[in-house]
């Protein structure tokens, strides 16, 4: 749609094309309005931009270039995203598959896999969908079920790859367990030797029980969403701050610089934790307040549960009796029941990512890491650690306990606060 209206009204488009570095800003250009309304009310122009998609496909220098000129522009914008959340990736979007698509047709035709119906070329799953996948569309292009074979036919034989994990919303659940099927036929996929699931996800909803959307009706991006929880989480840091200052303790954080470095982690965080949380496949209402809770499921609450262990390992390493590393003795002894669910609780950690390999639902971590919190603040009221007979068995216990929280943390991608 895009490509066809830049056609029109940018022939010279690499130069008179306002500049533009920003995603949000890019879709709010009045060309891209303009190139909308278009499409909606223009049947003529609706069937070339729908035609633009085979030039784009096919090569086409104008279309090429302006296609490109958009990616740049949405790249942009994902980079500064990526960067935030600590993510690297490997892009490979569907221009990526365009020259393998020609190629595995002809096999997947010469293999009568891929059968010709209603002008178009498909390969049936019946086992999944009383639909086809279109491998050509009628118009000779290429849509979206043809780059998917292609994507999961360099996955499995090009990059051998033994596992792959689609991660979309629910409603495409449908759509890739044909593609599964079509690659079964065609055996690129040989369970169990390999195998390919569909991580599909609910919706968020806000407090209406509608898709979250902002006040005006906008779709939330998620670069605000984080702004907002980094601002939310400065203000609990502050406060915090200042309640430690007022019952005459010792105030960590105190720099201003420091306080928003610990609330960019701790904003974070507490997104990614809420959203894990959930089963994944149910619809869940976003809460600011449930989200942010100190003493609730959250992992602001997690992080002070951890900050608690190393205030306790560093009151230790003072008083010579080891710090993180713990004790110089490595014995220990489990009698007060309260150490013992302790125990109990640390070795059903493998138990619990084995779960998770299994059945993809990330609450099975989170959920573990919750209750053991939770056994963790009962064995601090039940079993003091410093200064008691115990104290050397006890101090391996918080060690080994860290050690777990650190890795679950690790897992669900974000890093801990030494100090609250």
């Known amino acids: 749609m895009l490509i066809e209206y830049m056609k029109e009204a940018y022939p010279n488009f690499q130069k008179e094309l306002p500049d533009v570095h920003d995603l949000q800003e890019f879709y709010k250009a009045p060309f891209v309005k303009a190139s909308k309304k278009r499409f909606d009310e223009d049947p003529d122009f609706k069937s070339r931009a729908q035609r633009a998609v085979v030039d784009l496909q096919a090569g086409d220098d104008f279309a090429h270039s302006a296609w490109q000129k958009i990616c740049d522009v949405s790249r942009r914008s994902f980079e500064k995203?990526?960067?935030?959340l600590d993510i690297s990736i490997e892009e490979r979007g569907e221009s990526f598959y365009?020259?393998?698509?020609?190629?595995?047709?002809?096999?997947?035709?010469?293999?009568?896999?891929?059968?010709?119906?209603?002008?178009?070329?498909?390969?049936?799953t019946p086992s999944v969908s009383t639909y086809p996948l279109m491998v050509i569309k009628s118009d000779g292009g290429f849509g979206y079920d043809s780059t998917d074979l292609a994507a999961i036919y360099h996955r499995l034989l090009v990059m051998r790859a033994d596992w792959i994990v689609y991660v979309t919303d629910l409603g495409q659940e449908q759509h890739f367990h044909m593609i599964f099927d079509a690659a079964e036929q065609a055996g690129w996929h040989r369970p169990p030797l390999t195998r390919c699931d569909h991580m599909g996800f609910g919706v968020v909803q806000?407090?209406?029980?509608?898709?979250?959307?902002?006040?005006?009706?906008?779709?939330?991006?998620?670069s605000d969403l984080l702004d907002e929880a980094v601002q939310r989480a400065a203000f609990e840091v502050r406060k915090k701050v200042e309640e430690q200052q007022k019952e005459g303790g010792e105030a960590f954080l105190t720099d201003p610089k420091e306080q928003m470095e610990a609330a960019e982690r701790l904003g974070i965080a507490a997104v990614r934790y809420f959203d894990m949380k959930q089963n994944r496949t149910s619809n869940y209402v976003f809460n600011w307040d449930r989200m942010l809770d100190p003493k609730g499921n959250s992992a602001v609450f997690l992080f002070y549960a951890y900050a608690r262990i190393r205030s306790i390992q560093r009151k230790a390493e003072a008083s010579g009796a080891g710090g993180a590393g713990g004790p110089s003795s490595f014995h220990v002894e489990v009698i007060d029941p309260a150490e013992r669910d302790l125990a109990m609780k640390l070795v059903q950690f493998p138990d619990v990512i084995e779960t998770i390999l299994g059945d993809l639902h990330l609450h099975h971590l989170t959920d573990y890491l919750w209750e053991l919190c939770n056994i963790l603040t009962t064995f601090y009221v039940k079993c003091k650690v410093l200064g008691e007979e115990a104290q050397d068995s006890r101090l391996l216990l918080c060690e080994a306990t860290r050690k777990v929280m650190l890795k679950g943390f690790e897992l669900l991608g974000f890093v801990p606060l030494e100090k609250i």
Request: include cysteine.
């Open 206 to 222: 806000g407090e209406d029980k509608k898709r979250l959307k902002t006040r005006s009706g906008d779709t939330v991006k998620l």
């Open 98 to 124: 365009n020259a393998m698509i020609p190629p595995l047709v002809d096999e997947l035709k010469l293999r009568k896999i891929c059968q010709e119906s209603a002008g178009a070329m498909c390969i049936f």
């Open 81 to 84: 995203i990526y960067q935030r």
